[in-house]
């Protein structure tokens, strides 16, 4: 009976040793990676594949590489939800919302799709409601731009190429070379706009927010109606925004210790 117990114990702690690996290889891992990185037999990794991919934990992308699935995304969010955890950056993003005078949050790659995970509005009676857990498409969003401009270019070119570029509104970048360009220039000036791309009348920008290890880990945004704010006008707040995101680096980095 022990000895059971210590095998199951071994096989759950390789199960989760296996999701911290794919989550953390920032690309898709091959079969053979896991094998060499985690002393994993290959019978055993097989088998233990097939029970999270099962299970959702993982999936295989278009080229079979092995990247995080659905419940393992889902777990992340709610990890960074927690209230143990959520306190102090609610604090942050309130200081910022009030210094800047409109919304701010934290956006976060979830697949072909960015997730509002944080958000803090401000009181003026006229705003655009997105409510955390909200998904908005990667093409036409600050947030979504800025991480497109951290992927490496032939991930950014074989991602853009299986996404719909809906024109959301008349500013929807939605020709991909023009779409190209502008993640081009994100990607030299550190920060994404979103110039009433994704709803007309509101404009906004992100900056970026790294862990510990220098990896991007999501989007700290504002953004305004243009009755209220132009972009330049949110724009003059860009240091603000980049020590709030640094601010946020280091909670993420005290997170992982």
């Known amino acids: 009976m022990a000895g059971n117990n210590r095998e199951r114990g071994s096989s ?13 290889a920032g690309r898709p891992l091959a079969p053979q990676d896991l094998i060499q990185d985690l002393d994993i037999p290959k019978p055993s990794l097989h088998r233990l594949l097939q029970l999270l991919e099962n299970g959702q934990f993982i999936r295989q992308d278009i080229q079979g590489g092995i990247v995080p699935g659905s419940r393992a995304l889902r777990l992340s969010v709610n990890i960074w939800q927690n209230r143990h955890y959520k306190a102090e950056r609610e604090a942050l993003l309130g200081a910022l919302s009030a210094k800047i005078g409109e919304t701010c949050g934290i956006t976060v790659p979830h697949g072909n799709m960015m997730t509002y995970a944080d958000r803090v509005q401000t009181n003026w009676p006229l705003q655009v409601y997105l409510p955390s857990g909200t998904q908005v498409p990667l093409y036409c969003t600050a947030g979504g731009k800025l991480y497109l401009s951290t992927l490496p270019a032939h991930k950014r070119r074989r991602l853009l190429a299986h996404l719909p570029l809906t024109r959301m509104t008349q500013n929807t970048l939605s020709a991909l070379p023009d779409l190209e360009y502008d993640v081009r220039q994100t990607e030299q000036r550190g920060y994404g706009v979103d110039n009433e791309e994704f709803i007309a009348g509101m404009v906004g920008f992100a900056v970026p927010v790294y862990d510990g290890s220098g990896r991007f880990t999501g989007g700290l945004y504002t953004h305004a109606p243009t009755i209220r704010k132009r972009l330049p006008d949110l724009l003059a707040f860009l240091p603000d925004m980049q020590q709030a995101a640094q601010e946020l680096g280091r909670l993420l980095f005290e997170l992982q210790d």
């Open 12 to 24: 759950i702690l390789r199960v989760l040793e296996i999701i911290e690996a794919v989550a953390a």
